[in-house]
């Protein structure tokens, strides 16, 4: 290379995070947020489902989760804890 090259990084975006995901994803620069409303256990395992197919995505792309930032949040008075 010249002394006058310019070497720019291939940037790109992730459109296809959330292609199958059935609950809500919002993604924002290195932020991945999934949430639902867990009303009985079909939307527990769909929200698991989901989850799954995060990883699977994750490990195609070899940017994986940093799983010590992960957090869970429940709401609510009569919520069931899962395991």
């Known amino acids: 290379m010249g002394r006058s090259s310019v070497v720019v990084p291939n940037i790109g975006y ?12 919002l993604k924002f620069a290195d932020d991945t ?6 009303m009985d256990d079909n ?3 769909a929200l698991q ?8 995505w994750s490990e195609k792309w070899q940017m994986l989760f940093n ?10 008075k009569t919520q069931k804890q899962y395991p």
């Open 33 to 38: 947020k999934i949430f639902n409303r867990m």
């Open 67 to 76: 799983t010590s930032k992960c957090k869970v949040m429940h709401i609510g």
């Open 43 to 45: 939307d527990r395992k």
């Open 14 to 25: 992730i459109n296809d995070l959330e292609s199958g995901i059935e609950n809500w994803i």
């Open 49 to 56: 489902d989901d989850f799954s197919k995060l990883i699977t």
